[in-house]
């Protein structure tokens, strides 16, 4: 995928992501199964039939999910039997654009540091105003190219 591709892909994300982040889920204490399975009245073997599961593995799979040791096919399965949709999503903690201008500034500060070291060494260290134009001019780069070369060490 080209730089362009990339960029529109990103763009297309950030839409579909909107609605997600303004989401305010507090997830139950004893997990979103038990607690939608418990609102509509249904038993652990009413849900355990409906799943087509011996009674005993719905306790089972309500602490697995509370505890994160269960599998996106079970949570779907439980969902599909109990008339609910299963959503399962990644959702940034900023706009993706903002992630990668972050690790690019991390980055070009890791490099100009190294820089700066070496030029000391050299006796030959460089202002703060030419270091700071190195570190823009290097996030810029970084943020031109793919953005697969932000995330190598």
Same mark, same amino acid.
């Given at each position: 995928?080209? &730089? ?9 994300? /950030? ?6 982040? #303004?989401?305010? $889920?507090?997830?139950? =204490? ?9 609102? $509509?009245?249904?038993? &652990?073997?009413?849900?355990? /039939?409906?799943?087509?599961?011996? =009674?005993?593995?719905?306790? &089972? ?5 509370? *505890?994160?040791? %269960?599998?996106?096919? &079970?949570? !779907? ?7 609910? %949709?299963?959503?399962? %999503? ?7 654009? /903002?992630?990668?201008? +972050? !690790?690019? #500034? /991390? ?10 070291? *070496? ?9 703060? *105003? +030419?270091?700071? +134009?190195?570190?823009?001019? $290097? ?10 070369? $932000?995330? +190598?060490?």
């Amino acid at each position: 995928m080209n &730089t362009k591709q990339q960029i529109l892909a990103r763009k297309h994300l /950030e839409k579909r992501l909107v609605g997600v982040r #303004k989401l305010e $889920l507090a997830v139950p =204490p004893r997990g979103w199964m038990r607690a939608i399975r418990e609102a $509509l009245g249904m038993s &652990t073997r009413q849900l355990a /039939e409906r799943m087509g599961v011996s =009674p005993s593995r719905v306790p &089972t799979i309500e602490k697995a999910e509370v *505890t994160g040791g %269960t599998t996106i096919k &079970t949570l !779907r399965e439980a969902a599909e039997a109990m008339n609910c %949709t299963f959503v399962y %999503t990644f959702v940034p903690v900023k706009p993706l654009d /903002e992630i990668l201008e +972050d !690790r690019a #500034k /991390e980055k070009a500060r890791k490099d100009i540091a190294r820089l700066d070291h *070496t030029m000391k060494l050299e006796n030959q260290a460089l202002r703060r *105003t +030419d270091l700071q +134009d190195e570190q823009q001019r $290097l996030i810029n780069g970084y943020l031109a190219g793919s953005p697969r070369q $932000l995330w +190598d060490n």
